[in-house]
């Protein structure tokens, strides 16, 4: 399972994949996060984060990336409620509940990795 007071695992990117520092803009199809989720495409945004469709490229599945935007990194509450909110998804456990699959807080931004489920908007 998951230590959710330390990151899953270190997510470190090569030089030809997207690291921490350019997770600070709105990301393409195609590209890459942390050496491991090609972007399929942007799914939506809130008031501190985006999260898009993502494929994780090690075991070939469909997943949801949320990044933090660039703007809350720095702010210790939106960190907190990220962390709170990756926490509170990895002790749920229910068919119409996405499951959290990995996450990471040590790059310059943070995201959190979840299944992906098709659908429409509520």
């Known amino acids: 399972m998951y230590n959710l007071d330390k990151t899953s695992r270190n997510l470190a990117a090569d030089s030809e994949h997207l690291d921490g520092a350019e997770l600070t803009r709105e990301l393409q199809p195609d590209e890459i996060i942390a050496g491991m989720f090609k972007v399929v495409r942007k799914l939506g945004a809130g ?31 939106a960190l907190n409620r990220f962390r709170r909110e990756a926490k509170a998804i990895a002790k749920l456990d229910h068919p119409n509940i996405v499951r959290l699959h990995s996450f990471n807080f040590e ?6 990795v979840m299944e992906h489920v098709e659908g429409v908007t509520l």
Do not use: W
């Not at 985006?50 to 990336?65: G, M, T």
């Open 47 to 77: 008031g501190m984060s985006s999260v898009y469709h993502c494929v994780d490229l090690f075991v070939e599945r469909s997943v949801a990336v949320k990044v933090l935007f660039a703007n809350q990194v720095t702010n210790p509450k």
């Open 107 to 112: 790059l310059s931004s943070p995201y959190i």
